[in-house]
């Protein structure tokens, strides 16, 4: 893509530009391992200014790897809660365990061995050893496919058609050899700063002068948009079960499985969530025949019907129709958690399930007016 001087002259441009203006982040004021580790697992999914208070209050919760190895699942799935995509926090868990077992508690220094603990691929393989061990591995994800894309001028879906590979060669040879870790956490810079998705700065690019893109007029239109998936829409119920003490009734993921379906435990997250059903016609007979059947057969508590809710997950377009049961006193199953409505926070919850419960807290006043009108059944 470059000749050897030119190489030689980027290199030093996107390095000195990094130098100069990169962001102060936690994790760039460390070289421990475990740190940068959790940094490159919460910046998958979550935005640089979202991951910062989660990074925070996880590593004053779990400071060392032995400690997170050590922990209780339920425990690191709280101090996740809120950042979605939980599989990141049980895959990380997992490592913890595989790294303590077998790594003496050190995140191990080869591709090889990195990329056999739970939840790291190349990508983050790559990031880890280069920023921690100054390993010569590059990084290749969807910010810097984008950067060498539009360098390089290449047109395309940059998925498909070997030209992510392609994208991974140039990588490759454009990693400076001195500074490996600072070299692709400045190409993630450039593309999360100014090489962004829709309109990038490029009059304010350090390497403006290197990109075929931007002599061809092509910034905008590099990467053509990929097709994305057809959304699929999903219909819940929740069922919100209110006692007077405004104490409601969770239930565990894999106690309600065989209750609420695979499908519905997936989209909660497999985490505590309310009494919840797939429903297609009419959710409040079909809540009502689950409830009976499944938290007992003397519920007979009227639902009140709550705002919908909406939640997307992927490419699943989730809406939740929440009902709230006023009941004197919670129904007994024994695997079920009892906690307040207002307070969720003992337990891991999923964002769909904090929204549902602030569905319900909402609709407090105007369920206790519509009660002294018409007082409802209970247990
Ligand atoms: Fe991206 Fe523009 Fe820089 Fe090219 S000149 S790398 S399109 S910011």
């Known amino acids: 893509m470059l000749t050897r001087p030119m190489l030689a002259r980027f290199r030093k441009k996107l390095l000195r530009w990094f130098a100069e203006f990169q962001r102060d982040l936690p994790w760039r004021r460390t070289k421990n391992t475990y740190h940068i580790w959790l940094s490159e697992i919460m910046l998958q999914q979550t935005r640089v200014a979202a991951a910062i208070p989660y990074y ?39 490592a913890a365990r595989q790294i303590v077992a077998e790594h003496d508690a050190a995140f191990p220094d080869t591709s090889e061995k990195a990329l056999a603990l739970s939840g790291i691929g190349a990508y983050t393989a790559a990031a880890i050893l280069s920023i921690a061990y100054g390993r010569k591995l590059a990084v290749l994800d969807g910010n810097v496919a984008r950067v060498i894309a539009r360098l390089a001028g290449i047109r395309g879906d940059l998925r498909s058609g070997g030209r992510w590979q392609l994208l991974q ?34 009059l304010l690019c350090p390497v403006a002068e290197f990109c075929e893109a931007r002599k061809l007029g092509l910034a905008d239109v590099i990467p053509e948009n990929r097709k994305l998936r057809d959304v699929v829409e999903v219909m819940l119920a929740a069922l919100v079960i209110v006692d007077p003490e405004g104490r409601t009734l969770l239930l565990p993921h894999g106690k309600s499985r065989a209750m609420t379906g695979h499908d519905v435990a997936v989209l909660l997250s497999r985490m505590w969530h309310f009494p919840t059903i797939q429903v297609k016609k009419d959710a409040r007979k079909e809540l009502r025949d689950f409830a009976a059947s499944c938290i007992g057969k003397r519920f007979a508590a009227e639902f009140q019907g709550l705002p919908k809710v909406r939640h997307a997950v992927t490419y699943r377009q989730i809406t939740v129709l929440p009902f709230r049961a006023e009941v004197e006193k919670l129904p007994v199953i024994a695997y079920a958690k009892t906690l307040r409505l207002d307070d969720l926070s003992l337990v891991p919850v999923s964002n769909l399930t904090r929204k549902v419960a602030g569905a319900a807290l909402c609709a407090v006043v105007d369920w206790k007016t519509a009660r002294e009108k018409a007082p409802t059944l209970c247990f």
């Open 169 to 202: 060669k140039s990588a490759d040879e454009l990693l400076s050899p001195q500074a490996p870790g600072d070299w692709n956490q400045a190409m993630m810079e450039l593309g999360a700063t100014i090489c962004t998705p829709r309109s990038p700065q490029c």
């Open 56 to 94: 925070e209050r996880f590593l004053a919760a779990f400071p060392e790897v032995k400690v997170l190895a050590q922990a209780p699942e339920e425990e690191v799935l709280r101090h996740w809660a809120g950042l979605g995509y939980y599989s990141r926090a049980r895959n990380l868990q997992k």
